[in-house]
Structure formats: structure tokens, C-alpha cells
């Protein structure tokens, strides 16, 4: 028997450690989307498309990076053994709160450094570019 199936746990704690690692590749990506998003803009897009394109990536990261919060504190909840193993959504559905709460979230969430950069940059930026090109 592996040491995952004795330990209920150790098998959930092991699942939501490699999402986190997913979520950090794709919150990269979204990133590296927005800049070359905004580097083909002069010739490729349309007025305004670049920006709407970018603070669309801009919420999605704040969505991603919700959703990874959340994880992570179930991950400090197991480490810690305050939790039952395989009660995640249980767990989210009590504490969620309303629409309000939910897009509060969000918000925070796009707040964060780690999330405003690029997109913050870039959105000056290109608010800036016809004085520049």
C-alpha cells in the first residue's frame, strides 16, 4: 500500500500542491499573453482592443489567483491537521458569502503585486502610446 492511500491527508495535500504549481504556469502564461498582446497591438489590433484584451487577462489572473488563495489555505489547513481530509468544496461552500464577497475577492485579488504587474504597466502604457508613437 502507498504511504498516499494509509494517509487520506497526505494524498489530498499532495493533489493541491501540484495545482498550485499549475496555477502559477498558467498565471505566467496569462502574464506573457498580455505582453505580447500589447507588443503586436500598433499593427495588429484595432483601437482599444489591446487594453480591453489586457485587463480581460488582468481579471482572469485575479479569478486564477482567488481560486489558488484558496487552495493554499486548504493546504495550511491540512499541514496544520485542523481539517478533515476530502472536504474541500464542502469547506469553500460554508465560507464563500455572497456575490459581493465573491467579487470583493476578486478584487483584492487583482490588487495584489504579484498580480498588477504586468497589466497595471501595460494598461499606462498603452493609454500612453499616442504621445509616444
Partial sequence: MKRTEANPRAAEWLALHGDQGAYERLALAMKLLAVLVWLI???GLP???ATLAIALL???EAIWRTWQQRLFER???LESASVEPFR??????RRRGGMGALLGDYARGAMRPTVVYPYGPLLLLEAARPWWS
Fill in 41 to 43: 497591438a500598433p499593427g
Fill in 47 to 49: 483601437a482599444g482592443r
Fill in 58 to 60: 488582468w481579471g482572469q
Fill in 75 to 77: 493546504l495550511l489547513a
Fill in 88 to 93: 474541500l468544496y464542502s469547506d469553500w461552500a
